[in-house]
């Protein structure tokens, strides 16, 4: 008995010795790569999800969420495609954000981005969102740059000034012109109701009317102004 417990030990230091000198090993070698941290993955695939964790761009380095991976890979899948016509665009696109929104029936998928690719995702924001709801069919896509909102108490941060571009209103504006795309604005007025509720309502141009699913996404503008603002807001077509 004492020699087979002796046996036992003497196998289990070894196995401990083989795993030092392995990750000495890895070590010497580099970095571990995606297939060392996900060993469940294909060899195929951890290349890939590698490129793919190269389109977000997160806040102090915070790990991005499942979806937000789902949502990279995406991004990276269109720009290696060799039938997109947006490759090229595409490359310098980061998102720094997704999130989903349960609206009614459907879900919305909102994807924020970074201000500074904001003037490139705007040319190809169109094509882009069909591309992505081909990706995810059950969901209405919707593109929201990043901004920041200033408050009027500058001398905190050094400021003399507040940009009108970061005042509350104008960032609330912009977050509104964003959300309808590829729509746009033909005019918007807010009603007070008799309790004092504030509603904005907002009428689009009937040129949008025949574009693919506008009309089944009002509502879906309606709720993501709302998750993002706080404010309600109706939107709809004007009557003939």
């Given at each position: 008995?004492?020699?087979?417990?002796?046996?036992?030990?003497?196998?289990?230091?070894?196995?401990?010795?083989?795993?030092?000198?392995?990750?000495?090993?890895?070590?010497?070698?580099?970095?571990?790569?995606?297939?060392?941290?996900?060993?469940?993955?294909?060899?195929?695939?951890?290349?890939?999800?590698?490129?793919?964790?190269?389109?977000?761009?997160?806040?102090?380095?915070?790990?991005?969420?499942?979806?937000?991976?789902?949502?990279?890979?995406?991004?990276?899948?269109?720009?290696?495609?060799?039938?997109?016509?947006?490759?090229?665009?595409?490359?310098?696109?980061?998102?720094?954000?997704?999130?989903?929104?349960?609206?009614k029936?459907?879900?919305?998928?909102?994807?924020?981005?970074?201000?500074?690719?904001?003037?490139?995702?705007?040319?190809?924001?169109?094509?882009?969102?069909?591309?992505?709801?081909?990706?995810?069919?059950?969901?209405?896509?919707?593109?929201?740059?990043?901004?920041?909102?200033?408050?009027?108490?500058?001398?905190?941060?050094?400021?003399k000034?507040?940009?009108?571009?970061?005042?509350?209103?104008?960032?609330?504006?912009?977050?509104l012109?964003?959300?309808?795309?590829?729509?746009?604005?033909?005019?918007?007025?807010?009603?007070?109701?008799?309790?004092?509720?504030?509603?904005?309502?907002?009428?689009?141009?009937?040129?949008?009317?025949?574009k693919?699913?506008?009309?089944e996404?009002?509502?879906?503008?309606?709720?993501?102004?709302?998750?993002?603002?706080?404010?309600?807001?109706?939107?709809?077509?004007p009557?003939?």
């Open positions: 008995v004492a020699a087979a417990d002796g046996l036992k030990c003497e196998c289990s230091r070894l196995k401990r010795a083989g795993s030092v000198k392995d990750t000495r090993r890895r070590l010497q070698n580099g970095p571990f790569s995606a297939q060392d941290a996900h060993p469940q993955l294909p060899v195929a695939a951890a290349p890939a999800m590698l490129n793919a964790r190269k389109k977000i761009l997160k806040e102090k380095g915070a790990a991005p969420s499942a979806l937000e991976e789902e949502v990279a890979k995406a991004l990276f899948d269109i720009e290696v495609s060799p039938s997109s016509d947006i490759k090229a665009d595409l490359r310098d696109i980061v998102i720094s954000n997704a999130q989903d929104l349960e609206v029936n459907r879900t919305a998928l909102i994807v924020h981005f970074p201000f500074r690719v904001w003037k490139t995702v705007q040319k190809i924001q169109g094509r882009l969102i069909r591309e992505l709801e081909k990706k995810f069919s059950k969901k209405h896509v919707v593109f929201v740059a990043q901004r920041t909102i200033l408050d009027k108490n500058l001398r905190r941060k050094g400021l000034v507040r940009p009108r571009s970061r005042t509350l209103t104008t960032v609330h504006e912009s977050i012109d964003d959300v309808v795309v590829p729509c746009e604005i033909l005019g918007k007025r807010i009603r007070i109701g008799v309790d004092g509720t504030k509603i904005l309502k907002v009428v689009l141009d009937p040129k949008d009317k025949d693919e699913n506008v009309e996404k009002l509502s879906t503008y309606a709720a993501v102004y709302k998750k993002l603002t706080n404010k309600e807001a109706v939107f709809q077509f009557d003939v």
